[in-house]
């Protein structure tokens, strides 16, 4: 089993430039989850979706982030425009309709200049 | 907002002997917690997890304590090896949002 799969592994823009992640989550897993994870933090939940459905995305700053899981799959977590204070990694995780921990990527680190 | 933190930030352990890493709670609700080892560069990994009707459950080297009373939470790791540093997060899940919230996470240096 592969696991969790992001890309890419790192990423550096600069501000006011967008970027997008990409993630493949383990087959058969029906939940997905975006987080971000700021220097020296825990991760923090961005985003949610079952199967196709985004059910929580009540900490996506909706004015510049934006993600989508056409057929319920693969994932994509953009940003435009890109900020200085996005600097963190971004995390995808999956698991079987929520239950029990979660599976994570390895991240895609992102810096702005 | 409520959430779950750790203690202490950074945690030094002698090779070989016992690690123990704590963890407070304030959600009475949460009715599952994890906890999580995240090496340098790597996503966070699963280690052991127990549901709130237990008290305690041991996997490889790790046993999990939860005190519901104190909502206290601790990872006990047998034998500290060099492999287990890294940071670790404990979580938890439940409530109304029923999803999983970190804490801040505490850095486990083995010293040799």
């Known amino acids: 089993e592969a696991g969790v799969v992001q890309s890419p592994r790192y990423k550096i823009i600069e501000k006011k430039q967008p970027v997008a992640f990409w993630c493949n989550p383990i087959?058969?897993?029906?939940?997905l989850y975006w987080y971000r994870q700021n220097l020296g933090q825990g991760p923090e939940l961005l985003i949610r979706y079952e199967n196709e459905e985004a059910v929580d995305d009540s900490q996506l700053p909706k004015d510049r982030f934006s993600a989508e899981r056409l057929k319920g799959v693969d994932s994509t977590l953009k940003i435009q425009p890109a900020e200085l204070g996005d600097s963190a990694v971004y995390l995808c995780?999956?698991?079987?309709?929520?239950?029990?921990?979660?599976?994570f990527g390895s991240g895609t680190r992102l810096t702005v200049v | 907002g409520e959430s779950v933190g750790l203690h202490l930030p950074t945690l030094s352990v002698q090779e070989g002997d016992n690690s123990i890493i704590n963890c407070a709670y304030s959600?009475?609700?949460?009715?599952?917690f994890i906890w999580y080892k995240q090496e340098s560069g790597k996503g966070p990994q699963f280690i052991i997890d127990i549901r709130s009707n237990m008290d305690k459950r041991q996997g490889q080297r790790v046993t999990v304590l939860l005190n519901k009373t104190v909502k206290h939470l601790s990872l006990q790791i047998a034998a500290t090896q060099p492999g287990d540093s890294a940071v670790y997060f404990c979580?938890?899940?439940?409530?109304?949002?029923?999803?999983?919230?970190f804490g801040k996470g505490t850095r486990l240096h083995i010293l040799p």
């Open positions: 959600n009475s609700a949460s009715d599952y």
């Open positions: 087959s058969g897993h029906n939940t």
């Open positions: 979580a938890e899940k439940g409530g109304r949002d029923d999803k999983i919230i």
């Open positions: 995780a999956s698991s079987i309709r929520g239950l029990g921990g979660y599976t």
